[in-house]
């Protein structure tokens, strides 16, 4: 008998359907996978056999044929367990084929005959729903993931016997709610972080304000226990809350790479914070298995790399694309796949390797040359990437008691919302440039015009400060930036000025 319904196989952060296609004829013996199945697919037969002892049923003595189409497109996972062994029991009769034909199943089996969620469940369904399939069953772990997607009806299953009887219509299931829109906070309680946590650091909380507002990078530099940290962990408390469109982009990144409880859209912005032992591969995304990296993990929020110089030359310098593109690109032999990676970049470091440097109360021991070489561990294209550097000086015992608790997130985002909002108007007809760190030289030209005194200001700190062009055009669109909060239509020399003042620690004129 011949049976046909269908899987989900994950490519990149997207899936294709899959058709899963059973035949159980009279010659030969034995279970049969085609269609370029993995190792883990390959591996589903013996899970299948176990569970369908532990499930009351038993395999057919008949040769089985499973045939995975489009053939020419990879499977991997346990994913495919579930359908698999669905198919293969209509196939038996044991299952009523018409209740297979129009669903999408995904899940792993136990031995004991369990189901266990998989990854990519989200990205499996928005394409089940484009591809015309209503009805999916999936682990009851990823039921509320997959309900995020409207138009499908998504049934969650905890084991195989379950599953059986919801098919054959001996047992009742209630599709997964669909998941609300979740409001805005305009409080910031859903982060645990406060920015009046912070005493004093007042210029680089108004730094952070405007990475915020413009979705600028940023390299902090200071001593230990200046700060930095705590400063970086508080960003994401004062940028705009997700759009329903980031969210579920978001969340899609994150359901594929597998991130546990995921339980509908996503309604923080992600804070990413690798040790500096990451490897390329960890950073970037691919493998053996293709998985998104950190830069990907951290799209729509903050990737923050402390102990900047501390990090592998190699794992920095593949920086460089995403932070210009908003996405990665993983070439290997076996696979090509596109990440997106648009986050802000907030860097952290020492200003030399004892970290006291230029300290008010300690002295550095560290020679000249020293400082300079650990300043040129960071290659000057990665920092000329980094649109804002600011030096965080260590905060008095004094200040630490006697100063007010600092002004919170909520107030803070309120101004950086207001400046997003400008920025979305300004750029409603170019199509993926929502914040002024995204514009072309196009942009710029027609966005960022100078008048003769902003003009003469900013060629005299590219000629004292020896700056490129990227950093001349990083210059700007900061100005940009402060302008809009401010509520000016025109840059003039006061937002110049502070934005070339966020270069001053650029590495030429580091140590000098």
């Not at 796949?337 to 648009?342: G, I, R, S, T, W």
Request: glycine share 8%; with cysteine; hydrophobic share 45%.
């Amino acid at each position: 008998m011949f049976v046909r319904t269908y899987a989900g196989a994950v490519v990149g952060v997207d899936a294709r359907t899959v058709s899963v296609e059973v035949d159980i004829s009279g010659g030969g013996l034995g279970l049969f996978l085609v269609g370029l199945p993995d190792s883990a697919v390959k591996e589903s037969e013996q899970r299948i056999r176990a569970a369908f002892g532990n499930s009351g049923e038993r395999m057919s003595g008949r040769k089985v044929v499973v045939s995975l189409a489009p053939a020419d497109l990879r499977k991997e996972g346990a994913a495919f367990d579930l359908p698999i062994a669905v198919g293969i029991l209509a196939a038996m009769s044991r299952v009523d084929a018409a209740a297979v034909a129009d669903t999408l199943f995904a899940g792993e089996l136990s031995l004991d005959g369990s189901v266990k969620p998989v990854r990519g469940i989200l990205p499996v369904a928005m394409q089940a729903r484009a591809d015309g399939i209503r009805r999916l069953v999936v682990p009851a772990a990823n039921a509320a993931e997959a309900a995020v997607v409207e138009g499908i009806e998504v049934f969650g299953v905890d084991s195989l016997r379950r599953t059986v009887d919801f098919l054959n219509g001996e047992t009742q299931l209630f599709p997964a709610a669909t998941r609300p829109e979740d409001p805005a906070v305009p409080d910031g309680s859903i982060y645990d972080e406060d920015f009046a946590d912070v005493r004093g650091q007042q210029h680089v909380k108004r730094a952070l304000e405007i990475a915020a507002a413009g979705g600028h990078n940023v390299l902090m530099i200071g001593a230990p226990g200046s700060g930095k940290t705590m400063l970086a962990r508080r960003l994401p408390a004062i940028l705009p809350p997700l759009t329903p469109e980031e969210a579920l982009e978001t969340t899609k990144i994150h359901s594929v790479a597998g991130s546990a409880e995921i339980a509908g859209l996503m309604i923080r912005r992600p804070f990413r914070a690798p040790h500096h032992t990451v490897s390329q591969v960890a950073l970037i995304g691919g493998g053996q298995s293709p998985h998104p990296g950190e830069v990907s993990l951290a799209h729509h929020g903050v990737l923050f790399l402390d102990e900047l110089p501390e990090f592998g030359r190699s794992a920095l310098e593949v920086l460089r694309q995403p932070l210009e593109e908003k996405r990665i690109t993983v070439s290997r032999a076996r696979y090509k796949v596109q990440y997106p990676a648009n986050f802000t970049l907030i860097a952290a470091m020492n200003p030399c390797p004892c970290g006291y440097y230029n300290h008010p109360d300690r002295e550095c021991t560290c020679s000249p040359g020293a400082v300079h070489r650990y300043m040129g561990r960071i290659s000057g294209p990665l920092m000329d990437r980094i649109d804002m550097h600011i030096e965080v000086a260590p905060v008095s015992a004094s200040e630490l008691a006697g100063a007010a608790p600092g002004e919170p997130s909520a107030a803070v985002r309120e101004r950086v919302c207001r400046a997003r909002e400008v920025q979305r108007n300004r750029f409603r007809s170019c199509r993926g440039v929502h914040a002024n760190a995204m514009m072309n030289s196009a942009m710029l030209r027609e966005y960022c015009v100078l008048d003769a005194a902003s003009a003469a200001l900013l060629e005299q700190a590219m000629q004292r400060l020896s700056l490129s062009a990227r950093a001349y055009d990083r210059i700007l669109k900061v100005a940009r930036t402060i302008a809009d909060l401010a509520g000016r239509e025109q840059i003039d020399a006061a937002d110049v000025a502070e934005a070339i003042n966020y270069r001053s620690l650029d590495r030429e004129s580091w140590g000098r």
